[in-house]
Nanobody, 121 residues
Framework: QLQASGGGLVQAGGSLRLSCVAS?????IAWFRQAPGKEREFVAA????????YYADSVKGRITISRDNAKNTGYLQMNNLKPEDTAVYYC???????????????????WGQGTQVTVSS
């Protein structure tokens, strides 16, 4: 359903762009991340229709979520990366998510396989 890619190893201050290809469009697509020993946390979300975006406070100004409706692909552009951004990044989709719960992992029932992002200091 969802195929994530684009992770890798980058030095602090560098950039990466993650991609998430969806086999079919959902109401919204989101990115979550999970670092070793930590819970999965919300990063950003975007609605396919209208393009409204939502961000975690910790990434505002450094990370931009976008989508290409024609390609059914969501993107996560990450700039000025920090070592604390190191995690496995997952894309997720939902047909029923509402704004009040768009930052919650339990709102999504389609998940990609995850892509590793490692930021060295």
């Amino acid at each position: 359903q969802l195929q994530a890619s684009g992770g890798g190893l980058v030095q602090a201050g560098g950039s990466l762009r993650l991609s998430c290809v969806a086999s079919e469009r959902t109401n919204a697509i989101a990115w979550f991340r999970q670092a070793p020993g930590k819970e999965r946390e919300f990063v950003a979300a975007i609605r396919w229709i209208g393009g409204s975006t939502y961000y975690a406070d910790s990434v505002k100004g450094r990370i931009t979520i976008s989508r290409d409706n024609a390609k059914n692909t969501g993107y996560l552009q990450m700039n000025n990366l920090k070592p604390e951004d190191t995690a496995v990044y997952y894309c997720a989709g939902s047909n029923t998510v509402i704004t009040s719960t768009i930052r919650l992992a339990r709102s999504y029932y389609y998940w990609g396989q995850g892509t590793q992002v490692t930021v060295s200091s």
